[in-house]
């Protein structure tokens, strides 16, 4: 299961591609901010979750592949056991990171790796998803800044 999402810049983060569909919202906060995603006419499920900005201009998501059995558990688990599974979905795998903006949607996407479970557990997983943003953005900036120009 290493199938990364495909994000398309300007989606909206529960909605990140024509590719894709929810199948099930597990939180909401003015827009879904937890769910299960599918992929149309293949099966493969996500798992995506608001990590931090929820109520703010930006935010940061993460998105990450699970299978059909990990999706049905979390379609019927509830309050802290919803929670420290979700955690667990995110500890050894490839997340897909997405920065996005309330009007303009996704504006950048990252790969990150989470191999502590305490660090999803505290809620750290937003500090480091965001420091590996804002590298990826620097690097692209260096690269764009030493490019010739015609």
Known sequence: MTERIELELGARPWAPSRAMRMVHELNFYDMPTEGILKKRFRPAYYFFACVDGVATEYNLWVYTRISRAEAQRLKRLRSDDLRRFEARLLVDRKLTVAVANEDQGIL?????????????????????AWQTVQEDIKAEAGAIARMAYC
């Open 108 to 128: 950048h996407r990252a790969l990150v790796t989470v191999s502590d479970p305490l660090r999803v557990e505290e809620s750290k997983i937003a500090s480091q």
